[in-house]
């Protein structure tokens, strides 16, 4: 079973950037796709971004699309989310997961979870 961990979060002002890292173990990352998801005190956990197996595709949720890029390196194991212009609504608790199949954007279609890692943006 791939087994995932975040790392990247932290506390930065609204304007601010951040990059989050996934880094995966086991050797079929490549066969998944990834995705980002975030969940804000008070809130359901919903989805930011997912990339195909390849790199080549990728979905945004409205509210970070042209802000937020998702990307991969497959020989490194590791997805990303490169996070530009962050502001208050950007706090949460950000997740990566893997899925089967690419193009899906609901919790139920990713099978392994990291544990997460905190993003505070401060106005």
């Known amino acids: 079973q791939v087994q995932l961990v975040e790392s990247g979060g932290g506390l930065v002002q609204a304007g601010g950037s951040l990059r989050l890292s996934c880094a995966a173990s086991g050797r079929t990352f490549s066969i998944y796709a990834m995705g980002w998801f975030r969940q804000a005190p008070g809130k359901e956990r919903e989805f930011v971004a997912t990339i195909s197996q390849s790199g080549r595709s990728t979905l945004y949720a409205y509210s970070v699309k042209g802000r937020f890029t998702i990307s991969r390196d497959n020989a490194k194991n590791t997805a990303y989310l490169q996070m530009l212009s962050l502001n208050p609504e950007d706090t949460a608790v950000y997740y990566c997961?893997?899925?089967?199949?690419?193009?899906?954007?609901?919790?139920?279609?990713?099978?392994?979870w990291g544990q997460g890692t905190q993003v505070t943006v401060s106005s």
């Open positions: 997961a893997i899925g089967r199949y690419y193009g899906y954007t609901g919790q139920r279609d990713f099978e392994s």
